[in-house]
């Protein structure tokens, strides 16, 4: 799905309704619009974001982990219409409590794309503070051969044996 760069209301209520007017259907989709949603209003104004957010990498109390992963992604967000209708009493919360701010919604500079560890980072630390310790399933990542590894390891071997020589006290007879 496509995202605009930005979304700019006149109210969080009339934000919401453009919001959702986006084509929202899959896991991934939903994280970037928790996470846009999440950082426009704001955490204590949506006190369930990271709830939503967590679901989407498949989160549940049973099954305590965050799968980021490209099947995962494309899964169908199965709370939808609940996450519709907390976005919007959120927006009613907002509007009567920051009734001068302005409704902006950013796609382009917030956390919140499938793998940003930020926002992976930021679920996390929010299902902790709920007593969650939710571990992170993601794709294996390419394996580095041996000619490829950087061969940085011996001059830190010689840094460290020459910074010892160097400035360990001598005594002085």
Do not use: N
């Amino acid at each position: 799905m496509r995202y605009p760069t930005a979304i700019e209301a006149t109210s969080w209520l009339d934000a919401w309704t453009q919001l959702r007017a986006l084509d929202v259907a899959t896991c991934a989709d939903a994280s970037r619009i928790v996470a846009a949603w999440t950082f426009a209003v704001g955490e204590t104004t949506w006190p369930d974001w990271y709830q939503y957010g967590a679901l989407a990498y498949g989160w549940s109390p049973d099954a305590d982990r965050l799968t980021v992963t490209r099947s995962q992604s494309a899964r169908p967000y199965p709370l939808l219409e609940e996450l519709w209708s907390s976005m919007r009493a959120s927006a009613v919360t907002a509007d009567a409590t920051q009734p001068d701010a302005t409704s902006w919604v950013q796609f382009d500079s917030s956390p919140g794309d499938w793998a940003d560890p930020t926002w992976i980072g930021l679920l996390r630390l929010a299902l902790a503070q709920d007593g969650a310790r939710p571990i992170v399933v993601a794709e294996e990542l390419p394996r580095v051969r041996k000619a490829d590894r950087p061969k940085t390891g011996h001059w830190i071997l010689l840094a460290l044996v020459l910074s010892a020589m160097l400035f360990t006290p001598r005594r002085r007879r």
